[in-house]
């Protein structure tokens, strides 16, 4: 997948709930399905129904029986040129070249952590999938990265760490979250890949910890 399918997104307006933000690709999330057109892939079958009884390791049963993956899509790119580092729209710094695709535990990522290929400068990282909440209640997000990042749930983008910066985090608001999954996306680039670096961890009641993601 080459750079111009982030501009034929971008012509087309598809995006991830941001409010018309480009992206390189776009994730429709529902009950068991996520159709990744960045990658060409027309739909991926998530849910598995009445497994009732089967031990399945990285499975959870999700709502209405519906078998989920522990992990997120991660998705890898080369920065398209010219690009805003400073710009506090993702836009601005888009989508270019395909790298690589693969599933992650969880958002954090690290310079040893990056895939085979990933340009050594002017790269890109994109995660998509759920975040399970156990309880309903209030959750603050953390999103730490050297380089700029923006995290959205559920459609709303609720950190921006945007800009070519050392390795600093911000917190979003706590936001009231039902117990259940939880649309989730990230966004991340770097200038300098040896120093990369992203991590997303989740607050409740006063303790910080990596969220359980799924996909």
Request: glycine residues 14%.
């Given at each position: ?30 009950t068991g399905l996520v159709v990744l057109a960045g990658l060409a892939i027309a739909a991926v079958v998530l849910g598995v129904a009445g497994q009732q ?163």
């Amino acid at each position: 997948m080459m750079g111009n399918f982030g501009k034929a997104a971008d012509d087309r307006g598809i995006a991830v709930g941001d409010q018309g933000v480009a992206d390189a690709f776009y994730t429709v999330l529902s009950t068991g399905l996520v159709v990744l057109a960045g990658l060409a892939i027309a739909a991926v079958v998530l849910g598995v129904a009445g497994q009732q009884g089967t031990a399945v390791a990285d499975r959870l049963d999700g709502p209405g029986g519906t078998g989920l993956k522990k992990g997120l899509y991660a998705f890898y790119y080369t920065v398209d040129q010219p690009a805003d580092y400073a710009s506090a729209d993702p836009g601005g710094v888009p989508p270019g070249d395909f790298v690589a695709s693969r599933t992650e535990p969880s958002i954090a990522l690290d310079s040893d952590s990056l895939p085979p290929g990933a340009p050594p400068s002017g790269g890109m990282a994109v995660w998509t999938g759920y975040v399970l909440i156990s309880e309903a209640g209030d959750y603050a997000f953390e999103l730490e990265s050297a380089g700029g990042s923006w995290l959205w749930v559920d459609g709303a983008m609720i950190a921006d760490n945007h800009g070519d910066h050392p390795l600093r985090a911000v917190c979003s608001p706590a936001i009231p979250l039902i117990a259940g999954r939880h649309a989730v996306k990230a966004r991340y680039f770097y200038t300098d890949a040896e120093q990369a670096f992203c991590k997303v961890r989740i607050n409740a009641d006063g303790t910080w910890s990596i969220p359980a993601f799924y996909r």
